[in-house]
């Protein structure tokens, strides 16, 4: 079993993610979008801070609603960076309120963030790479893996004897559709 599912059994923090996100395919555009910000909230912290903190900036960011939080000005930055419950970080901050703007953007081109991502796959993890630094701010190979395990874009999430494994099988990932045409 692998570090995350052997840490994540039984815990109060992480057994609910690993248990019931971690891995799944199928979230919509603004739930990527959330996943996608807690990865850029991470680099450089530990999951369990995120995760702890996850409630206090779902509600600081409203919900992670796409269009609000593209609509974010320089007020809104303040106001996020003297919020106590949230991982102030002005780099972070001002990247997620750029990157709901290209999310917003992907509306227009690929009718999402979801068929965008459907669009590209499967590419090995370079590929993402390269892929999401030209498309979003701070997006660095282990944002960028971490976003695509947790979305099912990518294997590796779960081990093969975790009980979970078989649940995000069972909801044939994007990895896993993949695997199957090789």
Request: aromatic share 12%.
């Amino acid at each position: 079993m692998n570090w995350y599912c052997k840490s994540a059994a039984d815990h109060p923090i992480h057994g609910p993610y690993h248990d019931s996100e971690y891995g799944f395919p199928g979230k919509d555009d603004r739930a990527l979008f959330e996943l996608l910000c807690l990865e850029i909230f991470q680099a450089g912290l530990s999951w369990e801070l995120v995760l702890k903190k996850r409630p206090g900036m779902v509600a600081a960011f409203d919900g992670f609603d796409i269009d609000t939080v593209a609509a974010y000005g320089e007020q809104d930055v303040e106001r996020l960076l003297n919020d106590a419950g949230i991982i102030r970080n002005r780099l972070k901050i001002t990247s997620i309120i750029h990157n709901a703007g290209v999310v917003q953007g992907l509306r227009a081109t690929h009718d999402g963030f979801a068929n965008w991502l459907a669009a590209h796959h499967p590419q090995d993890l370079g590929a993402w790479v390269k892929l999401f630094k030209k498309t979003f701010k701070f997006t660095g190979p282990e944002v960028v893996n971490e976003f695509l395990m947790s979305t099912g874009y990518l294997d590796g999430a779960h081990a093969e004897d975790c009980p979970v494994y078989r649940a995000v099988l069972n909801r044939n990932p994007p990895w896993l559709q993949a695997k199957s045409s090789d």
